[in-house]
């Protein structure tokens, strides 16, 4: 490994700084070559700078890769309605469209930067040409459980209303636990009431088998709305076995999610080929889904991410793009479901990427690690990285969003932008918590 000096040195001679415009992205356009998934991280789950840029290279991409399909760590039925808008499916406008996002956090999907975006890519399925096909966008999360069920049960009464007795049998099994999905995974898990495993696997089965080319004719014909029920139904069968597996211990709830949300992007690519050959998919996720587990600490204890499992399943045709900072503002909550705050982001911590970028000396810049094999080998083999969700809890950094390891081999480019602010969201937000303070303005940063 080269000495401090020798390594901000390499560090600056590689980095690519990117200035205010979209053309700023094309290295990493480059980069993304003949790709079939580009997934692009966050470092936090409410920054605006990590939204607009991956928004300008996702455009990019739409544009000059023909790409079809924004797949974002979002739960699918709400996103279905956003599907619909920027279709031209739906007669309605963008932020109603965006309205189904009432679980917590809203304010990750509910922001004027999706909001931006998702209005840019109406208008640009707009301005296809006959032939052409529109760009949509798709959920890959698995935590609308009862969304779901409510959704198959509204197709089927409309399409096989016989199937839909069928269904509304197999799903009542959930009827008594109300509409908390925790609630059932807890009694289910230990022997309060009867696992509906089985029954939601069946309901699956059934409705996979009617899509077969040996399937009995039913009425409906429309294969992308058949397609958005089944995936509705898949939702279903992998969140009662999520929620049954958080009190397990033997389990990791994670990977569950995690291995949904691959099967989800890998069943949408099947379903869009049928129609276009080379369908490509954008992934919009969190650092800690998007890069590599098998460079993390997280690969070493036993679990494994989307972009590990992208990257073993669509090989060389997979890029695995992530974000950095080393201070600014984000939109968070303290706890989960509680209010959100635009809190402060501390300065990155001594021996982590964020402080090692930042002595770079480049507000904004671009690593490209995947065709850069000289400056991925003089990395440090393993140094900190930061993650921050929904919650953020400063008084504990180092150890509640904090992890070691091997940047270069987590992801094929970072992008690093040393100062960052809050996204704006569409629902009201506290601008500060109270007795929260800079670190900067008090210390040297």
Same mark, same amino acid.
Not at 187 to 192: E, F, I, L, V
Not at 278 to 306: F, I, L
Not at 344 to 370: M, N, Q, T
Not at 373 to 385: G, H, N, Q, T, V
């Given at each position: 490994?080269?000495?401090?000096?020798?390594?901000?040195?390499?560090?600056?001679?590689?980095?690519?700084?990117?200035?205010?415009?979209?053309?700023?992205?094309?290295? &990493?356009?480059?980069?993304?070559?003949?790709?079939?998934?580009?997934?692009?991280?966050?470092?936090?789950?409410?920054?605006?700078?990590?939204?607009?840029?991956?928004?300008?290279?996702?455009?990019?991409?739409?544009?000059?890769?023909?790409?079809?399909?924004?797949?974002?760590?979002?739960?699918?039925?709400?996103?279905?309605?956003?599907?619909?808008?920027?279709?031209?499916?739906?007669?309605?406008?963008?932020?109603?469209?965006?309205?189904?996002?009432?679980?917590?956090?809203?304010?990750?999907?509910?922001?004027?930067?999706?909001?931006?975006?998702?209005?840019?890519?109406?208008?640009?399925?707009?301005?296809?040409?006959?032939?052409?096909?529109?760009?949509?966008?798709?959920?890959?999360?698995?935590?609308?459980?009862?969304?779901?069920?409510?959704?198959?049960?509204?197709?089927?009464?409309?399409?096989?209303?016989?199937?839909?007795?069928?269904?509304?049998?197999?799903?009542?099994?959930?009827?008594?636990?109300?509409?908390?999905?925790?609630?059932?995974?807890?009694?289910?898990?230990?022997?309060?009431?009867?696992?509906?495993?089985?029954?939601?696997?069946?309901?699956?089965?059934?409705?996979?088998?009617?899509?077969?080319?040996?399937?009995?004719?039913?009425?409906?014909?429309?294969?992308?709305?058949?397609?958005?029920?089944?995936?509705?139904?898949?939702?279903?069968?992998?969140?009662?076995?999520?929620?049954?597996?958080?009190?397990?211990?033997?389990?990791?709830?994670?990977?569950?999610?995690?291995?949904?949300?691959?099967?989800?992007?890998?069943?949408?690519?099947?379903?869009?080929?049928?129609?276009?050959?080379?369908?490509?998919?954008?992934?919009?996720?969190?650092?800690?889904?998007?890069?590599?587990?098998?460079?993390?600490?997280?690969?070493?204890?036993?679990?494994?991410?989307?972009?590990?499992?992208?990257?073993?399943?669509?090989?060389?045709?997979?890029?695995?793009?992530?974000?950095?900072?080393?201070?600014?503002?984000?939109?968070?909550?303290?706890?989960?479901?509680?209010?959100?705050?635009?809190?402060?982001?501390?300065?990155?911590?001594?021996?982590?990427?964020?402080?090692?970028?930042?002595?770079?000396?480049?507000?904004?810049?671009?690593?490209?690690?995947?065709?850069?094999?000289?400056?991925?080998?003089?990395?440090?083999?393993?140094?900190?990285?930061?993650?921050?969700?929904?919650?953020?809890?400063?008084?504990?950094?180092?150890?509640?969003?904090?992890?070691?390891?091997?940047?270069?081999?987590?992801?094929?480019?970072?992008?690093?932008?040393?100062?960052?602010?809050?996204?704006?969201?569409?629902?009201?937000?506290?601008?500060?918590?109270?007795?929260?303070?800079?670190?900067? &303005?008090?210390?040297?940063?």
């Amino acid at each position: 490994m080269l000495a401090d000096a020798m390594l901000l040195s390499l560090l600056r001679e590689q980095a690519i700084p990117l200035g205010d415009t979209p053309a700023a992205y094309q290295p &990493l356009i480059d980069l993304v070559g003949d790709a079939k998934v580009v997934c692009i991280g966050e470092a936090t789950h409410g920054t605006h700078d990590f939204y607009q840029a991956r928004a300008e290279v996702t455009r990019l991409l739409i544009e000059q890769k023909g790409f079809t399909a924004v797949c974002a760590e979002a739960d699918w039925p709400d996103a279905h309605r956003v599907n619909r808008y920027v279709r031209h499916l739906s007669d309605e406008g963008p932020e109603e469209s965006l309205r189904d996002f009432q679980r917590f956090p809203t304010w990750m999907w509910r922001n004027h930067e999706v909001l931006d975006f998702i209005t840019w890519l109406r208008q640009h399925n707009d301005g296809l040409s006959p032939g052409q096909h529109r760009t949509g966008f798709y959920g890959l999360d698995l935590y609308s459980l009862y969304r779901s069920i409510q959704a198959v049960l509204q197709y089927l009464d409309e399409h096989d209303p016989a199937a839909a007795l069928r269904a509304r049998q197999r799903y009542s099994c959930f009827d008594h636990l109300g509409d908390d999905p925790q609630a059932y995974g807890y009694a289910s898990a230990y022997g309060q009431t009867e696992s509906c495993e089985q029954p939601v696997l069946d309901q699956l089965t059934e409705m996979l088998i009617q899509s077969g080319e040996h399937a009995a004719q039913v009425p409906d014909l429309d294969p992308d709305e058949r397609f958005v029920a089944e995936q509705n139904a898949r939702l279903v069968r992998n969140a009662e076995e999520y929620y049954r597996a958080m009190f397990h211990g033997e389990r990791s709830t994670w990977n569950l999610r995690d291995r949904h949300m691959v099967q989800t992007l890998v069943a949408l690519l099947e379903h869009l080929e049928r129609r276009q050959p080379d369908a490509r998919a954008v992934v919009w996720a969190h650092n800690s889904h998007v890069g590599d587990a098998r460079a993390t600490e997280m690969g070493r204890a036993g679990e494994w991410n989307v972009g590990q499992l992208t990257r073993e399943h669509f090989g060389d045709r997979a890029r695995l793009i992530g974000f950095t900072t080393h201070r600014g503002t984000v939109v968070a909550a303290h706890q989960w479901d509680g209010p959100a705050y635009q809190r402060v982001v501390r300065p990155g911590l001594p021996g982590s990427y964020e402080a090692l970028f930042r002595d770079v000396g480049i507000d904004r810049f671009l690593l490209r690690f995947r065709d850069h094999a000289a400056l991925a080998s003089e990395l440090p083999d393993l140094l900190l990285e930061r993650a921050i969700g929904v919650i953020y809890r400063p008084e504990t950094e180092r150890y509640s969003h904090y992890f070691g390891c091997r940047i270069a081999d987590q992801f094929d480019a970072v992008l690093h932008f040393d100062v960052t602010r809050a996204l704006e969201s569409l629902d009201p937000v506290e601008q500060q918590e109270p007795g929260e303070v800079p670190d900067w &303005l008090s210390s040297a940063a």
